[in-house]
């Protein structure tokens, strides 16, 4: 379900974060294809969160695209 939402709202949700994280390229995004795995362990890299404190980012993110 969650690929699903991702995937179904990728460009806007690509912006808000590129708009929020600005040291995130677009080719970093675009490497993560949408997965929501992929994407949650390149924003931990990028961020320094946690796993669980990626979840919640990508979720609030989700709720408000």
Known sequence: MDDDRISGKWTELKGQL???????????????????EQLEGLLEQKLGKTKDEVRQTIDRFLDKV
């Open 18 to 36: 590129r708009e929020t994280y600005g040291d995130l390229t677009d080719d970093e995004l675009e490497q993560t294809k949408g997965e929501r």
